[in-house]
């Protein structure tokens, strides 16, 4: 009798988690955190930009870039900005308004005034996208969206950083900083 019940107790937690498994796809595991060089370095989709043409007010505006990677701009049209760094689009939109005949000496700056949001799903009380601030690590990231529900994972947190197929495990530090437009998924916890 004792050797049917243990059976059954066994079949029983098995069965319970094995429910509890959840695909992510590829996870990488990384042994150390994601480096700051890395962070907020290139302009992508989804940023918004200030443009400022000195000495022409009429140019020097904000722009938002498109899905497509491209700022509309005036005069000159559709201006490749994604995975360019800020001096290499000033370089480019000072040319194309030169060789264009529209300004002789164009001194073009861009910056960087808003970056595309990062996402927080899984065990999180409030799972949403949110802006994105400079020296955003995982912690402040999980206290942003309400922190770990009961069921989160405290040792596990996984991360795919923009234009990334495969997720990456890290355990959650203060030293894995984020990156605007990562995916931030806390699994759950088995026990």
Not at 1 to 16: D, E, N, P
Not at 107 to 124: H, S
Request: hydrophobic share 40%; proline share 7%.
């Amino acid at each position: 009798m004792v050797r049917y019940f243990f059976r059954a107790a066994v079949l029983a937690i098995g069965t319970l988690v094995s429910g509890c498994y959840t695909d992510f796809g590829p996870v990488v595991v990384e042994p150390d955190p994601i480096a700051p060089s890395r962070v907020a370095t290139r302009i992508q989709a989804g940023d918004r930009i200030k443009m400022t043409v000195y000495g022409e007010e009429n140019l020097t505006n904000f722009y938002d870039v498109d899905p497509t990677g491209r700022l509309s701009l005036p005069l000159i049209g559709r201006v490749r900005a994604a995975g360019r760094t800020a001096p290499e689009v000033e370089r480019d939109i000072a040319n194309r308004y030169r060789s264009g005949g529209y300004l002789q000496e164009p001194k073009v700056t861009i910056e960087v005034i808003e970056f595309r949001p990062y996402y927080v799903m899984g065990e999180v009380e409030k799972p949403s996208e949110y802006p994105y601030r400079s020296g955003l690590n995982v912690l402040t990231a999980i206290a942003t969206a309400g922190g770990l529900t009961y069921r989160g994972s405290r040792d596990v947190v996984l991360i795919q950083h923009a234009g990334e197929l495969e997720w990456r495990q890290y355990a959650p530090t203060a030293h894995v900083l984020i990156s605007p437009g990562d995916l931030i998924q806390v699994p759950e916890r088995y026990f």
